[in-house]
């Protein structure tokens, strides 16, 4: 092989390889039900948070059973979670007395304040919870913020998901029966 043909090889290496890693982070962007929160199946996990007012609340008693559930988490500065608010509010006007919503809110880069702040703005009229010390984010495999999670009438997750491009309403209308 010549010197030439290597740097064409290389040079072809160099131009292939952001092409394949931006498949593969697209790929991310669109990740759900797939190693994202808790398995399918299994019961939802307990986790001891808190009240925007600090009181110590425990997550499953905002998921009373027999009534589905939605979990989100969710941080005022993340755009991804913003754009999965509207699909959110249709959910809520659509099935608001038939299935619970709360947010969890991630203490990363903000604080109860600020969460306080976005709810005088915009409230979308579910709970939000503060995870100060992240015991919900560990319970539940939330790597990362705009993760939600679906719980049927038993308390078993029925969907677990990433990202914007989620189709929450559909997945809501299948756990809800319709």
């Known amino acids: 092989m010549t010197f030439h043909a290597a740097r064409r090889r290389d040079g072809a290496l160099l131009f292939v390889a952001p092409l394949v890693l931006a498949a593969l982070l697209a790929l991310a962007g669109h990740a759900s039900a797939q190693g994202v929160g808790p398995s399918v199946g299994t019961q939802a996990p307990a986790a001891a948070l808190e009240d925007l007012d600090g009181k110590a609340v425990q997550l499953l008693s905002y998921m009373p059973k027999g009534k589905p559930a939605l979990i989100e988490f969710w941080a005022s500065w993340c755009e991804q979670c913003a754009a999965l608010q509207p699909q959110l509010d249709r959910i809520r006007?659509?099935?608001?007395?038939?299935?619970?919503?709360?947010?969890?809110?991630?203490?990363?880069?903000?604080?109860?304040?600020?969460?306080?702040?976005?709810?005088?703005?915009?409230?979308?009229?579910?709970?939000?919870?503060?995870?100060?010390?992240g015991e919900a984010v560990r319970a539940y495999n939330a790597l990362t913020t705009r993760g939600v999670g679906l719980l049927d009438a038993q308390g078993k997750v029925a969907y677990a998901g990433v990202g914007p491009d989620q189709d929450l309403e559909a997945e809501v209308t299948k756990l809800m029966g319709g």
């Open 93 to 133: 006007a659509r099935h608001g007395s038939e299935l619970s919503m709360v947010a969890v809110a991630v203490a990363v880069s903000q604080t109860v304040r600020r969460v306080k702040r976005h709810l005088e703005e915009h409230d979308p009229g579910y709970p939000y919870l503060w995870d100060a010390r």
